[in-house]
């Protein structure tokens, strides 16, 4: 269980490798006791157990594991762990030494008296006493550059999640066992957990090794809750709903009915009993006792709980433990000839394949409290749908429920007499007589003579001009009001020319006035409510404008008002389409000339709709207010809109026009305010967007159908929504990051701090957030960290000579061999490579020293998605699994850092050797074969005998007339200024290796002495010019072949000369 859990994350695999120890049979490695089937294994081999973990990850084995089983604290533990691959051993000790005889399939049995299960019963103890004769887990790390801690806790975990899942299947099989043939229907002990355990053996115990392996986490124990509290007599129906089809209809994907095989139900009451819960003909839950047969019925006064549960019945069979349904469909067991084992465990399997089988468990608790319910051991699609229909089911009730709750309160409310008065006040009926006005006392009325005409009596003047308020906006209403009060102070009459107006006597106008007075109150009662919030904001707004601009605000708007509407006010009234030409003309013009801040924005919030209004915080490293106003010009690029001009630095509007016709105009604002946040370091971008549609009606007077205006707005729409998608702002804060870093790779910016900007863009979008930015399509860019350690790269001979300081100065001297160049800018030091192309998508590599490790290096992977999803799996030659292309592109980025890291160890390391054996060669300093064997590796040769006939004939003297002392030729090479030799003698054969001060070059001499009858021979058998580049190598050959032949010439000359002497 344990190899399949730990596996199943993909990030840690078994570690295949051929153990040193003594090969075992099977038969010596087991033992059966063929009486009671006891089962007794001999050790435990230590391969079987050896893991690697790499940061990398790797895909799934589907015959193994078909679902992975990474959690979301596995999640944080590889991340912690960081990048690099480590070996980890896990061992079984019995005190200090290997477990040797270890049972198999026996434990405990099921907890009788014990009730309540603690965490320390299902869980591992981290504090080991090492004087206890107990069994022990021993887990060893082999690090390289991870992090050992996290790795450790990851290993703690998954031991963890193993034990519960294990104590889970044990209770279960012994609960089977313990389960009387005769089931208890009813139960009066004292306690909800008694009870429960009278009816159902070790179902208390089981719900709380559930709960405790939720807190782990657990990847196959899941738990969803809701605490609406509902009415009593609704629970068995929300049961009866809850089983059938959230759990049911999940499992089985279509409708199933209780009851069901292995499923049990019980009600918790005054006293616990077993119940069987279906429907009835009409389809609502009946529940019925099995102890009497009797229907019970849940009533208001009760407060019952429903539990139910399956999986600690016999469940041989049954259709819900298929493997299609499970999470684990079994223990794996790899292939009997992989090891010898697997062969031991393929034979434990055939003897109890119970050890090896998974089950599922759920349970389900309804109560007016709360509902739960609680699985093991489910397929993640399943819980999928479990879920959704759990949630499903428990908001519709909650709705049925509060519109229950508002009828009751309705009905209580309706009893109260002031409410009724108003209520009849509000609503007179049509037959009823007109009502006295407000604060007016009524005349007495006396019977009039026959010769009189009827009462007449002076209305209130009525026709006063009343705004039309158009727009969702406080600001638009107040613009409006103050319009419509300018107006409505030029028509309203004067006092003396009010006119009289009497009332009618005809009986056919009294029902006209009866109809005509409730709308007039309600119109004034609503005057009067917009009125009052007019003022309110048109006080608010006044007070918000400087008093300076106070005056030229106002005129703006006048004048632009009567400049649009002069040909389509027929009468003083703001009408929609008096409003929307406005706008339309407002907006046509506003690219021509620099329109009033407020004005815009007084505009875009009366006829606007609000579509977007988000706030981010910038990058840390963007501290000034250059790069604001850079990221200011991205956005405006990208999103192809246009600036308006403001007086205030921190405000800028852009304007986008979706949809341009002679008729309609469709258009965005967006206002962009930047603020500096001192506490967080960091500038704030605010935007706030406005959608405008505006029309004019004058260039196509004639009215659209219907379907023509459908069709117009969802036109409108799609392009709205198409450009509300661009509007994320998070992700465009990582695209001007990362054309910043492009631009850096490809150009020099010396402004621009290359290794803050990668750090800060790292540390605030994660690579799964950025893989999420990928899949909406909204992010042109990745960016990849990794660190690199050099031991884990280099090999001995060049880690000796590494320094991270003198790569750099190697880099920044000699970048263009290895086709990289200096990105630093404003900031340290930062290399970038030429672009590569990986899975088809371009890649910049980016490195530089790391912040706390002296030797090790931070790398960094740009890639240029450009929309692309680099989520995606793709396959790689070479590999039998599909790979990521995030992954491949990783993959490949790392190994082309580390090919070009050690070319430059091994340059440097060539480097030190030539100075130290050339130009800063020391007597005292010990030389090696090794090392010149070393040397000889690292440069290119010439065969100076092939150039120079003189040399040939010099050296190669078969007769040997001259009988040359080479021995003393070559020591007066140290004492040359322009010579030093090194000289290793191997037996007969001699090495010299002479260097020239003047050429900087090494000549590799090599003889042997040949034995004659009388004399003894040096016999040359290599001399070999040995340079450090091939830049020149002919004129540089035989300059060198010059002077060694003259040097030896004169050396011959001097000694013939002292020799006549």
């Not at 609000?610 to 963007?622: K, T």
Request: hydrophobic share 40%.
């Amino acid at each position: 269980m344990f190899r399949q859990n730990i596996c199943g994350s993909t990030f840690i695999q078994l570690l295949h490798y051929e153990s040193d120890e003594v090969d075992v049979q099977s038969s010596d490695m087991i033992e059966v006791n063929t009486e009671d089937g006891d089962i007794v294994l001999n050790g435990l081999p230590g391969n079987e157990f050896c893991f690697f973990f790499n940061s990398l990850g790797l895909g799934l084995d589907p015959a193994a594991q078909h679902v992975t089983t990474l959690t979301n604290q596995g999640r944080i533990y590889s991340r912690q762990a960081g990048s690099g691959i480590a070996v980890i051993q896990v061992s079984l000790l019995h005190g200090s030494n290997l477990a040797s005889r270890i049972c198999v399939g026996k434990g405990d049995k099921m907890l009788d008296t014990n009730l309540r299960v603690s965490k320390e019963y299902i869980s591992l103890n981290p504090n080991v006493d090492e004087s206890k004769e107990a069994y022990k887990l021993l887990i060893k790390v082999t690090n390289t550059t991870v992090d050992i801690e996290a790795i450790q806790k990851w290993v703690y975990l998954s031991l963890c999640q193993v034990l519960a899942a294990y104590s889970i299947e044990h209770h279960r099989e012994s609960c089977l066992h313990a389960t009387s043939t005769v089931p208890v229907l009813s139960s009066l002990a004292k306690g909800d957990r008694n009870a429960l355990n009278q009816l159902m053996p070790g179902l208390p115990p089981l719900e709380d090794m559930m709960t405790i392996t939720i807190d782990l986490p657990h990847p196959a124990m899941m738990k969803v809750q809701s605490k609406t509290r509902l009415q009593a007599t609704s629970l068995a129906t929300l049961t009866l709903d809850l089983t059938e089809k959230a759990i049911l209809s999940a499992i089985f994907n279509k409708s199933m009915r209780l009851p069901h095989d292995g499923i049990e139900i019980f009600r918790m009451a005054n006293a616990a009993s077993r119940v069987s819960v279906t429907r009835d003909r009409i389809l609502k839950a009946k529940v019925v006792s099995f102890e009497n047969g009797r229907v019970i019925r849940d009533n208001h006064v009760d407060s019952p709980e429903y539990v139910c549960v399956f999986g600690l019945r016999q469940s041989d069979g049954n259709a819900i433990n298929s493997p299609q349904h499970l999470f684990f469909k079994e223990i794996h067991v790899a292939r009997p000839e992989t090891s010898v084992f697997t062969e031991v465990l393929h034979r434990i399997k055939s003897l109890k394949p119970a050890l090896f089988e998974r089950h599922m468990v759920f349970i389900l608790r309804v109560s007016r409290q709360s509902r739960s319910l609680m699985t093991y051991n489910v397929s993640p699609q399943i819980w999928a749908a479990m879920k959704t229909n759990f949630n499903d089911i428990e908001g519709e009730l909650s709705k049925a429920e509060e519109a229950r709750r508002e009828h009751y309160v309705g009905r209580c409310i309706d009893q109260f007499p002031f409410i009724r008065k108003k209520q009849q006040v509000g609503t007179p009926s049509v037959s009823a007589a007109e009502p006295p006005p407000q604060n007016e006392q009524l005349p007495k009325e006396e019977p009039p003579p026959v010769t009189k005409g009827p009462v007449r009596r002076i209305k209130r003047p009525t026709s006063m001009l009343r705004p039309k308020l158009i727009g969702k906006s406080v600001d638009g209403a107040a613009a409006q009001a103050v319009q419509a009060s300018r107006l409505r102070a030029k028509t309203r009459p004067s006092v003396p020319h009010r006119t009289s107006i009497s009332i009618p006597t005809s009986a056919a106008a009294a029902p006209s006035s009866q109809k005509k007075q409730p709308k007039d109150k309600q119109s004034q009662q609503k005057q009067r409510r917009e009125s009052g919030q007019r003022e309110i904001v048109t006080r608010s707004i006044v007070q918000s404008v400087p008093a300076a601009n106070l005056l030229k605000f106002y005129r703006d708007l006048t004048a632009t008002l009567k400049e649009a509407s002069e040909s389509h006010l027929s009468e003083p009234v703001l009408s929609q389409s008096i409003l929307q030409y406005v706008t339309h003309a407002y907006f046509a013009s506003i690219k021509e000339r620099q329109s009033p801040l407020m004005l815009t924005r007084l505009i875009s919030t009366c006829c606007g709709s609000p579509i977007c209004s988000r706030s981010i915080s910038h990058l840390q490293c963007d501290n000034e207010p250059s790069s604001m106003k850079s990221f200011l010009h991205f956005l405006t690029a990208r999103w192809k809109a246009s600036a308006i001009q403001s007086p205030y630095p921190q405000f800028v509007y852009l304007q986008k026009d979706l949809l341009v016709s002679q008729r309609r105009r469709v258009s965005v604002m967006i206002e962009v305010l930047m603020t500096w946040n001192r506490f967080a370091k960091c500038y704030i971008f605010h935007c706030r967007a406005w959608l405008i549609n505006s029309s004019d009606n004058s260039k196509n007077p004639m009215q659209l159908s219907r379907v023509h205006a459908e069709q117009e707005a969802a036109a409108i729409d799609a392009i709205a929504s198409n450009f509300m998608s661009q509007l994320t702002l998070n992700s465009q804060v990582l695209n001007f990051a990362g054309s910043r870093l492009e631009s850096a790779a490809t150009k020099q910016d010396k402004t621009l701090n290359t290794l803050a900007l990668l750090r800060c863009t790292f540390q605030r979008f994660s690579e799964e957030v950025q893989l999420d930015y990928c899949i909406e399509g909204s992010a042109d860019y990745t960016l990849q960290r990794r660190f690199v350690a050099p031991s884990s790269i280099l090999s001995e001979e060049l880690i000796e000579n590494y320094d991270r300081t003198k790569l750099f100065e190697h880099f920044s001297s000699s970048g263009e061999s290895y086709k990289i160049h200096d990105c630093s800018g404003d900031g340290e030091k930062v290399f970038v490579c030429r672009m590569l192309k990986i899975a088809g998508l371009s890649c910049y590599v980016f490195f530089a020293a790391h912040e706390t490790v002296e030797s090790a290096l931070e790398v960094f992977t740009l890639c240029l998605t450009k929309g692309k999803r680099a989520d995606t799996f793709v396959a790689v030659e070479g590999s039998l699994f599909a790979e990521r292309i995030c992954d491949v592109v990783l993959e490949y980025s790392m190994t082309a850092v580390e090919r070009l890291f050690t070319a430059a160890a091994s340059k440097m390391r060539n480097d030190h050797l030539w100075k130290r054996l050339g130009s800063e060669f020391s007597s005292t300093f010990a030389v090696s074969e090794l090392l010149l064997d070393e040397l000889r590796q690292c440069c290119h040769h010439i065969d100076l005998m092939d150039i120079e006939p003189r040399l040939r004939a010099l050296l190669i003297e078969e007769e040997n007339e001259l009988q040359l002392p080479w021995d003393e030729i070559f020591k007066s090479f140290d004492r040359s200024p322009l010579f030093h030799c090194i000289r290793i003698a191997r037996g007969e054969e001699i090495n010299w290796v002479v260097y020239s001060r003047e050429y900087d070059i090494f000549i590799d001499i090599v003889s042997e002495s040949v034995h004659s009858s009388s004399i003894t021979q040096k016999h040359f058998r290599r001399v070999r010019l040995l340079l450090k580049d091939n830049f020149g190598e002919q004129i540089t050959a035989k300059k060198a072949s010059d002077q060694l032949l003259s040097f030896i010439l004169n050396w011959v000359w001097e000694d013939c000369w002292l020799d006549v002497k």
